[in-house]
């Protein structure tokens, strides 16, 4: 949470996680102890292909993502190809397969976020500096794109 370790974790473990996640099949990454995994999306005016590593919990059989950028202004730009381009895919240790994005909203974001912040982690910093810029932080939870497990695999162990 200093401002050497957030500019490493932006500007180097944003390069290195990608490859570390897949030699670790997903165990390892820059921001360990936390869990990470790549998710690759489309982009929303491009449309090229884009694989980003990203923190992660599990609520309810769903991977949550919260869309902090580090607490910067403007919210990062995986949101946004995943609000215009839904269907994702997913690699990380347990967890892989073809996701649909939805952003949640209301009550239940307000849930998903405080689990966030209460949880060991950058979180509870980010919604201070959030609420400082007067900036709302959207929650996005992937969900299983067919109830197949042929398709995807979640273990929630």
Excluded: C
Excluded at 101 to 123: C, M, N, T, V
Excluded at 140 to 145: D, K, S
Aim: net charge positive; aromatic share 10%; glycine share 8%.
């Amino acid at each position: 949470m200093t401002p050497l370790g957030l500019r490493f974790i932006r500007d180097i473990g944003n390069r290195l996680d990608p490859r570390l996640l897949r030699i670790t099949a997903g165990r390892l990454s820059s921001v360990w102890p936390f869990p990470a995994v790549l998710v690759t999306h489309t982009g929303a005016r491009s449309g090229r292909t884009r694989t980003s590593a990203l923190v992660y919990f599990t609520d309810r059989g769903r991977i949550i993502l919260i869309a902090t950028n580090f607490g910067a202004q403007r919210n990062p730009s995986w949101y946004y190809n995943m609000k215009v381009n839904t269907k994702v895919e997913v690699y990380g240790h347990r967890l892989q397969g073809r996701f649909v994005a939805e952003e949640i909203l209301g009550a239940e974001r307000d849930r998903l976020f405080q689990r966030a912040a209460d949880a060991p982690g950058p979180y509870g910093k980010y919604r201070a500096v959030a609420r400082e810029k007067n900036r709302y932080v959207p929650v996005l939870a992937l969900t299983p794109e067919s109830s197949s497990r042929a398709h995807n695999r979640i273990d929630l162990r």
